[in-house]
């Protein structure tokens, strides 16, 4: 019953492409906290959280903390 109350959306709007260019541009301006490198891999990350993840993939990575 209830979910006949509720209207499903057709369709999600988008972002203009001004604002995700900009979303963009700031990203790759940001420094990343953790630099994560691995055999063949270098990986930019920005929390504590993520660095543990890849850690228990990668044992014997090394990283550095900006």
Known sequence: MFSEMVE???YKRKKSLKKTLN???EIKNSSPKIIFK???L?????NKA???????IY????????
Request: charged share 20%; hydrophobic share 40%.
């Open 38 to 40: 691995a055999e063949s």
């Open 59 to 66: 044992p014997n990575a090394c990283y550095t903390i900006n």
């Open 42 to 46: 270098v990986v930019t990350l920005r």
């Open 8 to 10: 499903v959306k057709k």
């Open 23 to 25: 979303t963009v541009i």
């Open 50 to 56: 993520q660095l543990n993840r890849w850690l228990k």
